[in-house]
């Protein structure tokens, strides 16, 4: 596998493609352990437990309609109950197996600080971290599985 510099990126928060505001991506995809240790163990003994999956964004804002401050604020408000679409991708291009998609049904977890400027002449970004609300798929193919 080729070594890669990132410069693209695919961003879509709940049908709207936020990629040119993205500056940083990360897409999680972990495992809990559960501590197996019993009577009689001389050290700790780990099982795998839940998964932990999650997509991680920071944006440089925009207060515009329909941009980045709108549709993170919209996610909040209107995610709970159903949750909303989230799916990156390593480059901006179409799904393969050297491009794979990464999609959540998900909430955002935490807070979203709206305001988030730093310094005096500094850009003023927003990150979001998003956690299922359902499933969590890699689709590495052209066409959805």
């Known amino acids: 596998m080729a070594i890669q510099t990132w410069t693209n990126g695919y961003i879509l928060v709940n049908t709207v493609?936020?990629?040119n505001h993205g500056h940083s991506l990360m897409a999680n995809f972990g495992q809990d352990t559960?501590?197996?240790?019993?009577?009689?163990?001389?050290h700790h003994k780990s099982r795998a437990a839940l998964g932990r999956r999650g997509i991680n964004v920071t944006f440089f804002d925009d207060y515009a309609a329909g941009n980045?401050?709108?549709t993170l604020r919209a996610a909040i408000l209107g995610s709970s109950d159903t949750g909303i679409?989230?799916?990156?991708?390593?480059?901006?291009?179409?799904?393969t197996t050297t491009n794979p998609e990464y999609s959540a049904t998900s909430i955002v977890?935490?807070?979203?600080?709206?305001?988030n400027i730093g310094a005096v002449g500094g850009l003023q970004d927003i990150?979001?971290?998003?956690?299922?609300?359902?499933?969590?798929?890699?689709?590495?193919?052209?066409?959805?599985?």
């Open 127 to 145: 990150t979001a971290n998003f956690v299922p609300y359902g499933a969590f798929t890699v689709v590495t193919s052209a066409t959805s599985t």
């Open 34 to 42: 559960a501590d197996a240790t019993t009577f009689g163990d001389t």
């Open 17 to 19: 493609d936020l990629s």
């Open 109 to 115: 977890d935490g807070d979203l600080q709206v305001v």
């Open 68 to 70: 980045v401050e709108a």
């Open 85 to 95: 679409v989230v799916t990156v991708r390593p480059a901006n291009a179409a799904r």
